[in-house]
């Protein structure tokens, strides 16, 4: 076990302690599903442990089935291809060496037993406000996880001279490199709890806290807890007030991480910290669909299902300095102009360029140095509902667009109506076209035309979920539309870049779909994204 690997044990929060992702990431992998505990207000479990004062809490419901969870990620071809870039032959090697850094196979029950682990039980890593962390570990056999610890302790860090400190019926245990201690423990309640450096002069005091003092009695743990998926591997727990989220605009979260052979899946639920006005946005609302009218070539796919006049209170940070500084000086009101006049249910969608310039690598972030169109194309509709105040508007945001480094002159389409064309210094920006009741926006030109045109048969987007906000992004499509790429697409010495790219696609075909969803309520923000893996996904 290596001096990273150790520190993993001792606290994912702290300040004053190293990085535990690793050891985090790999538990949270290879936790159980199939926990049969159904309350968090349970004194059994680690709660008994973590103090109710915690700013932050990660727990693992149980460590029976780590092998199954591994398994899982061990099969993926991505894992694979990740395992041999770093040199090893498949997943299972690269798995192994995890494990293997770790010290103690999390896979194996009886590897666990032998290191004195309970397998069957929970863990956690728990961040203190005066900046410690620690780790608990259910306790299977005291003797054996002792030797267990005190060998690694030996072999990585080089603390080789054991010790013990009485605190009266309690006692922590250390491993030093001289007089100063590197590792310590102390048993309480069926756990180790296990820190380093200066947390170790904590271990007593926590070992020693009530049941009232500890996160079993705690009902709104107990509370936030109930309302996460039962079948959740990991969960988050960042309470009301954490100075964690101090810069944040939310007091709390709570969170969960489910993983299973049909995907993964992770949840979040955040107090709002602000206006509760601001979430109006996040309702959905009964709305008609769009979707028919987006391109099948589409691999990511967005509908918006609230209620528009309610982003006001974004629209600012949304649009920017720039926009802001011409509306306000021209007198254009972006809500009553715009927002109060769309219907929910305003649909969008990109499609993969015909010919992105990949030969020229990454594309820059900043829109004034890059046209982000000439990598995917963009297709949308809204629905208004004042359909003859959209063109005065659309011809009052084209005055104005000069002042914001654009030109959107209007035009008359083949079927007598009009549409506006806009462009700027890097090429082609978002035109717009009315019909009826319907707004399509789209980049290029091109993409305005077939939308115009379209019946709104089309069967993307199935895949949606219901809340205000969803996002569905097919991997398998986008990979396909990368493969039809012509050859003209990849640039001069373009065959080593495809040959590398397609290495990449069929390394991650696995992978097939991400979905987003995200909608507010009693002042508390949900937002779920889940990754489909293997057969279990299905087109958008």
Not at 462 to 479: C, H, R, W
């Amino acid at each position: 076990m290596s001096p990273l690997s150790l520190r993993v044990w001792v606290g994912v929060w702290a300040k004053s302690t190293r990085p535990l992702l690793p050891l985090l990431l790999l538990i949270a992998a290879a936790s159980c599903g199939k926990c049969t505990r159904s309350s968090a207000t349970t004194t059994t479990g680690v709660e008994r442990v973590l103090p109710r004062g915690a700013v932050g809490v990660v727990v693992i419901p149980s460590l029976a089935a780590a092998g199954q969870k591994l398994r899982i990620l061990e099969a993926l071809k991505v894992t694979a291809f990740a395992a041999q870039l770093r040199g090893f032959d498949d997943g299972k090697g690269f798995a192994d060496a995890l494990v293997s850094e770790l010290g103690i196979d999390v896979r194996s029950t009886e590897a666990l037993e032998k290191a004195g682990v309970d397998g069957a039980g929970s863990a956690a890593v728990a961040a203190l406000v005066t900046g410690h962390g620690y780790f608990a570990l259910p306790l299977k056999d005291a003797t054996r996880f002792h030797d267990t610890l005190q060998t690694l302790a030996a072999r990585r860090l080089g603390a080789t001279t054991p010790g013990e400190k009485k605190f009266g019926e309690l006692t922590v245990k250390t491993f030093s490199v001289g007089d100063k201690a590197k590792l310590g423990y102390v048993l309480a309640n069926g756990y180790a709890l296990i820190t380093d450096g200066a947390g170790i002069e904590k271990l007593a005091g926590l070992a020693a806290m009530t049941q009232s003092d500890s996160l079993s009695a705690d009902k709104a743990y107990a509370a936030e807890v109930d309302k996460l998926p039962k079948d959740r591997d990991v969960v988050v727990y960042l309470p009301g007030g954490t100075p964690l989220l101090a810069q944040a605009p939310f007091t709390g979260v709570t969170g969960s991480i489910s993983l299973t052979p049909a995907g993964l899946s992770v949840l979040a639920n955040a107090s709002w910290k602000g206006d509760p006005a601001q979430l109006a946005a996040l309702e959905p609302l009964t709305a008609k669909s769009l979707l028919g009218y987006l391109p099948a070539d589409a691999f990511l796919v967005a509908r918006y299902s609230g209620e528009p006049s309610k982003l006001a209170p974004w629209a600012r940070q949304v649009l920017g300095p720039f926009l802001n500084r011409a509306f306000d000086e021209n007198g254009f009101d972006w809500k009553t102009e715009v927002l109060d006049q769309v219907q929910p249910g305003v649909v969008a969608a990109l499609s993969l360029s015909e010919a992105p310039p990949i030969d020229k690598g990454m594309p820059s972030l900043d829109l004034r140095q890059t046209n982000p169109f000439t990598y995917a194309h963009l297709s949308g509709v809204a629905a208004s509902k004042t359909p003859e105040q959209v063109m005065p508007a659309l011809e009052k945001i084209a005055a104005l667009a000069p002042k914001f480094g654009a030109e959107m002159s209007v035009r008359e389409r083949a079927d007598g109506q009009k549409a506006v064309i806009t462009s700027y210094a890097q090429g082609e920006g978002v035109h717009f076209a009315p019909k009826g009741e319907l707004v399509f926006f789209a980049s290029p030109v091109q993409r305005l035309d077939a939308l115009v045109k379209s019946q709104g048969k089309g069967t993307v987007g199935e895949g949606l979920g219901t809340e205000a906000l969803n996002v569905v992004i097919d991997l398998n499509k986008l990979a396909s539309s990368v493969r039809a790429l012509p050859e003209s697409a990849w640039g001069l010495g373009g065959f080593a870049i495809k040959a590398t790219t397609v290495r990449w696609l069929d390394a991650t075909d696995d992978l097939k779909r991400i979905t987003v969803t995200v909608g507010a309520k009693e002042k508390v923000v949900q937002a779920k994204i889940v990754l489909t893996l293997g057969a279990a996904a299905k087109a958008p």
